[in-house]
């Protein structure tokens, strides 16, 4: 203290005071990696847990590069409903090709579809599913696909909130992966969604490259086009990435446990199980829907996203659980993309 | 040259020459990223490709993020003669549980595999290849596999050089791999080899990672053994890594286009087509097996490691051919591991 008093024994301005103050509080902030997390318990059990498995020397120290870190897509890195992002870039891509398929406006699955009628797509069950992948993820070279994606995601808005969707993202979900990157994790997404889909967009929008990218994916045909080779999708899937799918996709394209996963739903279980079944330190975290306001609040009834069995596994180990409303200062980043 | 006269220009004693000129030689030395290649057109063109895609501002510069270098294993990073070396896994792992399957030794193409008669083995086909697949690559816990095959390479020889497997790997393409990290390469292995085999040894002998690691693959299914989470092996093919698989392999795995790629058979024509047909600069090479005196020469006519059509094709198209006999000073590394 006498330090203190030393620096200011003379009179010193309020203005000065304010400037001093103001710049603490901007060190303070610049040296907080998750800003956007509200102080509590779950912010410190990932700090503590980073800190942890980084800090040489210590028992749990993790190296770095079994430090991989595995995120389910949709409600946990972005949002999830009112359906999948994923649905309503298939019901476009319908749309786009009714023109060649006149048909489809009396057949389902394509005739709810084009009415936007999740009902009637749940109606359709399996067969429609496939039906629907069938008609707008695959027939076309990887290149084409991806170019399709990229067009949709550059325009397409959420029917709520008319943001694009990469603007529905979690602003402290986008902090945490940044967070766990500086300290020498690599961020993988496995998600039920399309791995393709997915990987158009990933990097841009999470700092997650392609092959970092595990989804739910068909099967490719090598062949030649005018000389050209090309990847034709196909409609047969390779992998449904989800349940027991997830470390399956885990093992198949990491071939190491992850030390953190993050989930939000039932079909997020087995990764947790798989990535808490290691030996040493390890986290695993749910993040759970109980913001009705700012986005959306479900868990166990919801027909997208139920979160039922994974939640009570998650009490009963002791499992970080996000409150979104409590623990999280912003739900989305600014808005960059300037609304039609 | 006036220059130099002004140094030398009082009387050197030639002890204090040799001792300049031994200093220049190690400076070369320490300075040259791939000593076991002979100067010659093959290490200029690899040298001048890494120049050129390194250089910023040049305009066949590659941001880090797109240096994608995949590499065939058999043949390209290590041994394949007289067999693939897997082969001599399958078959100890015959010898080992014969004890548990007496049967095998008068049923194929057990009985074969037993004599280590390739030819039988040959014999028994598609059909016998999936037996032993069966027999050795399924119905056991990734971890168990893990442990099986590291007990196996710890100790396993060549029958011809009597070293361990994994020191027939191939020390000029070690030093390729490291040459092409150091300038911010990522670099995979695209094999047609068990993906599984493979990464259990990998990133000890050649510093990939087993997220690096692309190869023929089994279907895994997620269950609980005793509460514990566990993938089991499956007998069915998932991928097979091989001829149009490799570029299927690549995009399912990496989701980018390589823009170097080396192989060196048939099975790699497809990954090297794949390769060269983005845009920019690339580089497409083939290790061509010359040398029956230091390792095997063969081509054309080999049952193993074919190489005809792709050896047509880069000469017709221009691609590396790397000359064993003549472009490498060494074949393998200094011996390590103590002979039994």
């Known amino acids: ?33 998750l800003p956007s997390w509200n102080d509590g318990p779950t912010k410190q059990s990932i700090e503590s847990f980073v800190k942890k498995v980084t800090t040489q020397g210590s028992p749990d120290f993790v190296p770095p590069e079994q430090r991989i870190a595995t995120f389910d897509n949709d409600g946990t890195l972005w949002a999830e409903q009112p359906v999948y992002s994923e649905f309503f870039f298939v019901m476009d891509q319908v749309k786009a090709q009714l023109p060649q398929h006149p048909e489809w406006k009396t057949t ?5 579809a084009l009415a936007g009628d999740l009902m009637g797509l ?13 008609a707008t993820h695959a027939g076309m070279t990887t290149d084409e696909f991806a170019q399709r994606v990229n067009a949709w995601v550059a325009t397409a808005r959420h029917p709520k909130t008319h943001r694009v969707f990469t603007e529905m993202v979690y602003q402290p979900m986008l902090e945490l992966l940044h967070y766990l990157r500086d300290n020498g994790f690599k961020t993988y997404i496995v998600s039920g969604g399309g791995q393709d889909f997915i990987r ?3 990097e841009a929008v999470y700092g997650v490259p392609p092959e970092q990218v595990i989804g739910s994916e068909g099967e490719l045909t090598y062949q030649s086009r005018d000389g ?10 390779a992998l449904v990435d989800d349940h027991g799918g997830k470390p399956v996709g885990i093992e198949r394209f990491i071939g ?9 739903s ?12 290691g030996a040493g330190t390890r986290f695993a975290g ?33 499992w970080a659980v996000v409150d979104m409303k409590n623990d999280w200062k912003v739900i989305f980043p600014p808005e960059k993309a300037a609304k039609k």
Chains 1, 2 share one sequence.
């Open 266 to 277: 039932d079909g997020d279980q087995q990764m947790l199980e798989w990535t808490m079944s």
């Open 256 to 264: 190491r446990k992850p030390i953190l996963a993050f989930g939000n």
């Open 122 to 134: 749940a109606a359709s069950g399996e067969k429609g599913a496939a039906e629907l992948i069938a």
């Open 228 to 237: 050209h080779p090309v990847l034709i999708k196909q409609a047969k899937i």
């Open 108 to 112: 389902e699955p394509f005739k709810s």
């Open 200 to 202: 158009a967009w990933a």
């Open 1 to 33: 203290m006498n330090h203190h008093r030393r620096y200011f024994a003379r009179p010193v301005s309020s203005l000065w005071l304010a400037v001093l103050l103001l710049w603490a509080n901007a060190c303070l902030a610049a040296t907080d990696p």
């Open 286 to 318: 749910l993040v759970h829907h109980t913001d009705d306001v700012r986005e959306f609040a479900y868990d166990r009834q919801s027909p997208v996203g139920k979160l039922d069995k994974a939640l009570d596994e998650a009490t009963a180990k002791g």
